[in-house]
T-cell receptor, first 113, second 113 residues
Framework: DAGITQSPRHKVTETGTPVTLRCHQT?????MYWYRQDPGHGLRLIHY???????DKGEVSDGYSVSRSKTEDFLLTLESATSSQTSVYFC????????????FGQGTRLTVV | GNSVTQMEGPVTLSEEAFLTINCTYT??????LFWYVQYPGEGLQLLLK?????DKGSNKGFEATYRKETTSFHLEKGSVQVSDSAVYFC????????????FGKGTLLTVNP
């Protein structure tokens, strides 16, 4: 499983509050990603990182920010949570070159009430 | 842009039936293609992959062939089991894209005894 740990696994938060999700990896992979999974949409990329302090936006980045101050940790912050951000969030890492394989964390189920 | 279209679910089969889940793609370059599987309550796992035209990926009795002429990567299994019940995602990566995965919307497979 490439040593990926997401925390928390479940969270309920109120609208308007900031929320931070953590992804931790143990194998020093360069590429890390945050996806959200919603019925009817599959998985959509929020943000990704290609190195320490190197991040970029994905297709659904509005309302989210990320930080990567060290190789092993990639944080996703919902600046002011809204009900539309209720979702299951997955962290992933990518290994290899063109023959790459992505490994996923167990997911964080976030409910915004 | 890049996109993946897979057959709408849900798909319900009896044990030992033949499975096909269709997947087609649109890509600006030459993608690597993947099938991921998500069992209930878990993250995604790589099921199989193919990195160039006419390659066949296979794993656990599942197969898919990279067809460049039809831009397809259909998933097949000759005899499904109850334990194959899961959500299946077709995905692609374009070289030089920081290994970002583009996913289809997923297909829920239920296999009944």
């Amino acid at each position: 499983d490439a040593g990926i740990t997401q925390s928390p696994r479940h969270k309920v938060t109120e609208t308007g509050t900031p929320v931070t999700l953590r992804c931790h990896q143990t194998e020093n992979h360069r590429y890390m990603y945050w996806y959200r999974q919603d019925p009817g949409h599959g998985l959509r990329l929020i943000h990704y990182s290609y190195g320490v302090k190197d991040t970029d936006k994905g297709e659904v980045s509005d309302g989210y920010s990320v930080s990567r101050s060290k190789t092993e940790d990639f944080l996703l912050t919902l600046e002011s949570a809204t009900s539309s951000q209720t979702s299951v969030y997955f962290c992933a890492i990518s290994v290899g070159g063109q023959n790459t394989e992505a490994f996923f964390g167990q997911g964080t189920r976030l409910t915004v009430v | 842009g890049n996109s993946v279209t897979q057959m709408e679910g849900p798909v319900t089969l009896s044990e030992e039936a033949f499975l096909t889940i269709n997947c087609t793609y649109t890509a600006t370059g030459y993608p690597s293609l993947f099938w991921y599987v998500q069992y209930p309550g878990e993250g995604l796992q790589l099921l199989l992959k193919a990195t160039k035209a006419d390659d066949k990926g296979s794993n656990k009795g599942f197969e898919a062939t990279y067809r460049k002429e039809t831009t397809s990567f259909h998933l097949e299994k000759g005899s499904v089991q109850v334990s194959d019940s899961a959500v299946y995602f077709c995905a692609l990566i374009i070289g030089g894209s920081n290994y970002k995965l583009t996913f289809g919307k997923g297909t829920l497979l239920t296999v009944n005894p």
